[in-house]
């Protein structure tokens, strides 16, 4: 096989494992303290650890909020068999090698027909590494989800287009771990349309219309109305789409997001002009590129559906409205909920700026990788992780929780114990405390 990257394919024996090593030192470095410091975040409190504690096995199969997390209940489920001080930390540092298997998979040889050169791929995983949200999605179980969701994203678009069992059995676990993954199903219609094999149609039947069903009757607000929510937001969903198209396809990339932050606080007008003006050059990059259009049209068709999960947060998440609307001025949209956008283009602009540095002369190739470097500083605006607080509490109220825990496994354990106002983070999180109960058996 033809050497064509030089000294890192040379070396990728060992390199391969430098890299997702880099990766997590990156995340860590970005947000420490859930790595150091036990302390729960939100969901991870009520829903994982206490729910695990009281209900056990069976927590396994629990939705919160109407979605399947599988893999993070399985984790906090483990987690059970070691002291309970140190839980947190094994719920953090989970997600983070979940999350360096997520930005690391994108390496992989299965897809050089995306961008060809590994050291391209390499760098879009970092990029991965600090996108919109990730000192959030990459330390807690309720948002891991993201991640795998990422992941799933890449298998579907990993090389050659085969649909074996390991690989379903594999996605009908993510499936079942994140429920987000659900918006993936046209891509996997799409794929089946390409390859006319049969295996994608198992997949679909299987995995992603159970997945689909389950996510699209359950529960969905916090503790209020069963079923799909906010029917009324369905009429503005066609506008958010639309202003996040141009926000994220091309303002983000190659303005920044404190520029495009302030083009989204400005009028229609303005806003408007600015995302059309931007599409031009965006369309005579891609001409220029002569990117295959079978490509083009998958990675596009990847970035669409997942686009499409700010409908289904104005759908589904009425608190969250205000924060994915262009009047709130952010070009973040609440960090968390633009992640997997802002992902798929990072995928997308990479298979075309690289596809378009193969058609410049030997002279003018060097763009290509000055292009990058600056949309690698636009995203170094999220480098700046949300720093968790501290949980002064924690020892104490671990070894309450430990003692209860040791006396109810030796019998000694009569009546329920509840240990009360145990701090998490963020503070607006149940007013930033939880209890936890301890029955005897």
Known sequence: MKNDNGWLERNWSWTKYLYPALIGVIIFARNSTPYTTPGFWAEDSVHFFGESLELGVSALRSPVYGYHFFLGRLVAFVATFFPVYY???????SCLIVAVVACYYFARSGFEWIVKNRAYRIWAGFLMSFGPGTGDLFASLCNMS?????LAFLILLEKPFTMSMRKILVLGFLAFS???????TPLVIYLWYLTCEKNYLILLGFVFLPVTLINFSGNHEVGTRVGLLNYENIKIIPIILLENFF???VEVPFLGARVTGWIMSQSNLIFWLTGIALLIPAHWLIRASKIEKQKLKILFLGFLVMLSSYGVIAIARKYALSQITRGSGDSQWSLRYSFLPAISVFVLWFAVLTEWQSELKTKFKKVVPLILIIMTVHSLFYWRARWWRRPINWTQASAQIQKALDAKRSGQLKDAVVIQNIELFPEYWNQGVFLVRIRPN
């Open 247 to 249: 926000i994220r396809l």
């Open 178 to 184: 994140a429920g987000q993954i659900f918006l993936l």
């Open 87 to 93: 839980t947190p930390l094994f719920f953090s540092w």
């Open 146 to 150: 993201s991640a795998l969701t990422l």
